[in-house]
């Protein structure tokens, strides 16, 4: 089976701007995929190129083994992007609109019920007489999602769909895009919220300077760079008295408490009955796991 | 997967959007200049009807009807695809267009006939209106038609090429005043070339829109200021050029896939 997506070192200059420098990548099918990095790292860009809104510098992109350029409009077929940003055709209704978007794609009538099909699953039926303007910024970026819907294509990309929208919502779409997940299409997204990603995706690149610093499934990311860590507050004079064989440890002192890091769950205990040999008294005890965001936040080296 | 079918939908769909487009804002985009077009003709025969005769046994205002209605067709053809590029960059909605697989050569057609289409509609409607109280013979409808064509074809593709090439507004409004506004006034709408000083009369040759005006003109009275031959060739020769620059920049991307 082709894989649905494939960078071969890929690169985009923007002038004397490196966005994208020299990615591979590539995406099977029937992924749920995450693309992650901070502001400027070159996700906007690769996803720009994958739906010809910029060409590449070099490097060559495919989806399901057709080319981006080449054959970029068997490429486009197979493609759907949710651009980021909220626009929209002022002149039109969603209904009206959506039909147009799958005409674009050479469908005709006979998609008309998939269109319906498409503002029922999205909570979009009561407005889908309502001229574009007139929505909310929710019910907007609803419309945005149908818009790269309506063709049915098999791999769907959304760029940060969930900026700016309420927790109500996010669950809808979330809920909505799994549902598309497990009927087979390939699901791409660049998300700043660190949690769905790693709710979501099944694997996860992550980009700083245009460059992918990480790439793997999110367990195995989440494995290689997991710590536990240890966090405890401890009794006034703590600090002071803490006994040798507790400071060998790393720790770093946060909001009062001591957050240690742990090589093996066996230094719970060693750490603390060198806490209870020293009378020092435990106030409160906690373990912490690593999470994507701080896995994230190692390698892209963001604060 | 992509076929002649889904080609002709594809580009079918735009069109329908594009005429759609100006005619959801008919007041602006056709009532407006019909009511422009027909005041230049109430005050400009009201004035010169009596005095002047440019063609012999042709009123004044007879001869300035097919001036207004091909003036107004071209700044209409102009206006469609250059305000409907120039508003989906900047809304950013032009992003639902260049995701499709619509090729450079279906956007240029859908464009180009909504623009024609846009600019006959409001050379339609002056026409209609004129004769209910002008008596305008036509002499050679196929020149009439052709001339239409031509003329709202040429400034369909201008507009396409002045909304990729504009980012802001203000942009656009300079190619309407300086360009169009400028050349179709000095292109012999309300008069003929041969009243002028001999050196203008060489100057207004160099404008494409007097060969336009005076082409469409010669469908109407059998009469023009130069060979309406000569005028469909320079036309044609535009409109062959302008096409050309167009598929050009719409193939590269410029300033709409970087």
Not at chain 1, 4 to 24: C, D, L, P
Not at chain 1, 79 to 86: C, S, T
Not at chain 2, 158 to 178: E, H, K, L
Request: hydrophobic share 50%; charged share 20%; net charge positive.
């Amino acid at each position: 089976m082709k894989p649905a997506i494939v960078y071969k070192n890929v690169k985009k200059n923007y002038r004397s701007v490196k966005a994208v420098n020299g990615i591979s990548l590539s995406i099977p099918q029937g992924e749920f995929f995450g693309l992650l990095g901070p502001n400027g790292a070159g996700k906007s860009t690769m996803i720009n190129m994958l739906g010809g809104l910029a060409t590449p510098s070099s490097g060559k992109i495919s989806v399901m083994g057709k080319d981006v350029q080449k054959e970029y409009q068997e490429a486009r077929h197979l493609v759907g992007i949710v651009p980021q940003e909220l626009v929209f055709d002022p002149f039109f209704n969603v209904r009206e609109m959506l039909r147009f978007q799958a005409g674009y794609f050479g469908k005709g009538r006979e998609n008309d019920k998939w269109v319906d099909e498409v503002i029922d699953r999205l909570d979009l039926r009561d407005k889908a007489n309502t001229n574009m303007r007139a929505l909310s910024g929710g019910m907007k970026r609803r419309a945005l999602i149908a818009q790269a819907l309506v063709h049915r294509p098999p791999v769907i990309v959304l760029d940060e769909p969930t900026a700016g929208v309420d927790v109500e919502l996010r669950q809808k779409l979330w809920s909505f895009i799994k549902e598309l997940n497990k009927e087979g299409h390939t699901i791409v997204l660049t998300t700043h919220y660190l949690e769905e990603a790693e709710a979501l995706c099944n694997s996860v690149a992550m980009l700083r300077l245009g460059k992918i610093v990480a790439l793997d499934t999110t367990r195995n990311l989440l494995k290689k760079f997991s710590t536990k860590n240890l966090m405890l507050r401890l009794n006034f004079m703590a600090k002071k008295s803490l006994p040798q064989s507790v400071k060998n440890f790393s720790y770093v002192e946060s909001d009062g408490a001591f957050i240690f890091q742990l090589k093996k769950i066996t230094d719970i205990a060693e750490i603390t009955e060198a806490l209870k040999k020293s009378k020092i008294e435990i106030i409160d005890m906690q373990t912490v796991d690593t999470d994507l965001e701080n896995v994230f936040l190692k390698l892209t080296g963001a604060k | 997967m992509v076929t002649l079918k889904t080609q002709i939908i594809g580009t079918w769909t735009l069109l329908k959007k594009e005429l759609l487009r100006f005619w959801r804002v008919a007041f602006q985009t056709v009532a407006a200049p019909v009511i422009t077009g027909i005041l230049y003709l109430l005050i400009f025969s009201h004035v010169l009807d009596s005095r002047l005769e440019v063609y012999e046994g042709v009123p004044y205002s007879a001869f300035l009807i097919p001036g207004l209605i091909m003036m107004s067709l071209l700044q209409n053809a102009f206006s469609n695809s250059s305000s409907s590029l120039i508003q989906a960059k900047v809304m950013g909605n032009i992003v639902f267009l260049l995701l499709t697989p619509l090729s450079y050569l279906q956007l240029f057609f859908a464009f180009l006939a909504a623009s024609i289409a846009r600019g006959i509609f409001v050379g339609a409607c002056i026409y209609l209106i004129a004769i209910i109280y002008i008596d305008l013979p036509i002499e050679y409808p196929w020149f009439l038609l052709l001339f239409a064509l031509l003329g709202g074809g040429l400034m369909g593709a201008f507009g396409i090429i002045a909304g990729v090439w504009c980012d802001r507004f203000d942009q656009m409004s300079a190619f309407g005043n300086f360009v169009n506004y400028a050349l179709s006034m000095l292109s012999g709408v309300f008069y003929s070339i041969h009243s002028l000083p001999v050196a203008w009369q060489g100057v207004s040759q160099l404008n494409p829109f007097f060969y336009m005006i005076d082409g469409f003109r010669f469908g109407f009275f059998g009469k023009s200021d130069v060979s309406p031959y000569f005028s469909l060739g320079v036309v044609a020769l535009f409109f062959i050029v302008l096409s050309f620059i167009t598929i050009r920049m719409l193939k590269s991307g410029f300033k709409l896939r970087n």
